[in-house]
């Protein structure tokens, strides 16, 4: 079992930045690659980003390339995605979520824990 915690959303100015971090508990963190998902309302579940679980590969959707980098510090069990140059549509809940085995899945299917979201929202 795996309790996810996210934290560092809030309100940014286009073109500012955020970084959003998940905090796990447990002591397996390591073996679990992690994603980013991103929510808008009336929209579905969108993928943001992927971690395996070593932090050597990861995988990005072609909205945030360039943007984000998602990142991992194992030794605090925790990862984070930090977003740059945000605009309005990065505007959503996001969602970091964990998943056994290799990970780097855009697929929320792929995912067995999820944390509860952090609003963020980008203004004009």
């Known amino acids: 079992q795996v309790q996810l915690v996210e934290s560092g959303g809030g309100l940014a100015q286009a073109g500012g930045s955020l970084r959003l971090s998940c905090a796990a508990s447990g002591r397996t963190f390591s073996r679990y690659g992690m994603g980013w998902f991103r929510q808008a309302p009336g929209k579905e579940r969108e993928f943001v980003a992927a971690i395996n679980w070593s932090g050597w590969s990861t995988r990005y959707a072609d909205s945030v390339k360039g943007r984000g980098t998602i990142s991992r510090d194992n030794a605090k069990n925790t990862a984070y995605l930090q977003m740059n140059n945000l605009q309005p549509e990065d505007t959503a809940v996001y969602y970091c979520?964990?998943?056994?085995?290799?990970?780097?899945?855009?697929?929320?299917?792929?995912?067995?824990?999820w944390g509860q979201g952090t609003q963020v929202t980008v203004s004009s």
């Open positions: 979520a964990a998943a056994r085995g290799a990970g780097l899945s855009d697929n929320p299917g792929g995912y067995d824990y």
